[in-house]
T-cell receptor, first 114, second 110 residues
């Protein structure tokens, strides 16, 4: 069935360094790939997303890349800050236009040390 | 814009009981999805409601049911609660495309 694998499960970086989180999906029909940030005690917050007709998207310090052939997509955070510390989830869906059924990765706990 | 709101925020129930969780979608959104998030895991899709009908369903037993009202708000019902149903229940709303989550309801079954 549909599956999204996410690595690493934990990531610790120094403030100002870059962080990269990688995901692989199994369903070749997937056409939309959002990333969510979840802080303790809160719901997931959408931080960036990419559709299958685009290879890369950037929003300030955050970027996402997509390789449809390899079924890989990655989140890149530059100039990390302590407030970037949280759990990050990647997700994939083939029903973007219905806003539905996101398949999530297992999450990456990012720790940014001052 | 109030965003997606869920109630209650926390709930404690006893095994075998029934529970109802509520969700009000973001203004302008007509689709509501429910997810279960166990501790340390990613959210798992339960089902989605659109035009007051269940449109998609994940791999959850019939003990999990839902409803969507004409104003697009939604309820998640779980019958015959098991200890394993303890989790954070998330509601997400969307129109076409992007899904936005509420803060969740933390359900503890004892």
């Amino acid at each position: 069935g549909e599956n999204v694998e996410q690595h690493p499960s934990t990531l610790s970086v120094q403030e100002g360094d870059s962080a990269v989180i990688k995901c692989t999906y199994s369903d070749s029909a997937s056409n939309y790939f959002p990333w969510y940030k979840q802080e303790l005690g809160k719901g997931p917050q959408l931080i960036i997303d990419i559709r299958s007709n685009v290879g890369e998207k950037k929003d300030q310090r955050i970027a996402v890349t997509l390789n449809k052939t390899a079924k890989h997509f990655s989140l890149h955070i530059t100039e990390t800050q302590p407030e970037d510390s949280a759990v990050y989830f990647c997700a994939a869906t083939e029903t973007y236009n219905q806003g539905g059924k996101l398949i999530f990765g297992q999450g990456t706990e990012l720790s940014v040390k001052p | 814009d109030a965003g997606v709101t869920q109630s209650p925020t926390h709930l404690i129930k006893t095994r075998g009981q029934q529970v109802t969780l509520r969700c009000s979608p973001k203004s302008g959104h007509d689709t509501v999805s429910w997810y279960q998030q166990a501790l340390g895991q990613g959210p798992q899709f339960i089902f989605q409601y659109y035009e007051e009908e269940e449109r998609q369903r994940g791999n959850f037993p019939d003990r999990f049911s839902g409803h969507q009202f004409p104003n697009y708000s939604s309820e998640l019902n779980v019958n015959a609660l098991l200890l394993g149903d303890s989790a954070l229940y998330l509601c997400a709303s969307s129109s076409t495309g992007r899904a936005f989550f509420g803060q969740g309801t933390r359900l503890t079954v004892v």
